[in-house]
T-cell receptor, first 112, second 114 residues
Framework: AQTVTQSQPEMSVQEAETVTLSCTYD???????LFWYKQPPSRQMILVIR??????QNATENRFSVNFQKAAKSFSLKISDSQLGDTAMYFCAFMKNNDMRFGAGTRLTVKP | NAGVMQNPRHLVRRRGQEARLRCSPM?????VYWYRQLPEEGLKFMVYLQKENIIDESGMPKERFSAEFPKEGPSILRIQQVVRGDSAAYFC????????????FGPGTRLLVL
């Protein structure tokens, strides 16, 4: 079974600075998908970014980018120019055949 | 195009009652997933359904829990004889009629069992 590990329960960053959230996973699969979801205090789950394992190029979405290291099974999220609205829980997720598994989450606080 | 809709948003039940949670997927989506989130934890997969079929229910407790996705109408997650440990946020997600597509989440239903 696939497992997803987020080793940082909590992190904080100053507004406008950059922060990196880590995620590792365990799988024997070669083709799969990875996601980062954001859960603000409203508790809505919001898709931040998606990465296909067969793509070598790291996905980017505006201020959000990932560092995907397939051999190391690592999938970190970098948030640039952090904003107060980025304060939320961030969940890393692994998906294969529509079966999605989530990490335990990292609580990010952006400080003014 | 409305997103995934869930209702009710909040549900309070006493021990032993039944809870019914509803999920309407995004238009054009025929895959529905249910997840449970306990306080301060990540989401745990419960069940995956397509129209009129349960594809994977490996994450759903064998007793008291059931799910359906009828040909017409929303998907229903039903919890019979609720206990306090069922208190959680229940999220529904949907994806299009293709494999390996991104799942889009509803706002969740917060169930509180007194």
């Amino acid at each position: 079974a696939q497992t997803v590990t987020q080793s940082q329960p909590e992190m904080s960053v100053q507004e406008a600075e950059t922060v990196t959230l880590s995620c590792t996973y365990d799988t024997s699969e070669n083709n799969y998908y990875l996601f980062w979801y954001k859960q603000p205090p409203s508790r809505q789950m919001i898709l931040v970014i998606r990465q296909e394992a067969y793509k070598q190029q790291n996905a980017t979405e505006n201020r959000f980018s990932v560092n995907f290291q397939k051999a190391a099974k690592s999938f970190s999220l970098k948030i640039s120019d952090s904003q107060l609205g980025d304060t939320a829980m961030y969940f890393c997720a692994f998906m294969k055949n529509n079966d999605m598994r989530f990490g335990a989450g990292t609580r990010l606080t952006v400080k003014p | 195009n409305a997103g995934v809709m869930q209702n009710p948003r909040h549900l309070v039940r006493r021990r032993g009652q039944e809870a019914r949670l509803r999920c309407s997927p995004m238009k054009g989506h025929s895959h529905v997933y249910w997840y449970r989130q306990l306080p301060e934890e990540g989401l745990k997969f419960m069940v995956y359904l397509q129209k009129e079929n349960i594809i994977d229910e490996s994450g759903m407790p064998k007793e008291r829990f059931s799910a359906e996705f009828p040909k017409e109408g929303p998907s229903i997650l039903r919890i019979q004889q609720v206990v306090r440990g069922d208190s959680a946020a229940y999220f529904c997600a949907s994806s299009p009629n293709r494999v390996e597509e991104t799942q889009y989440f509803g706002p969740g239903t917060r169930l509180l069992v007194l």
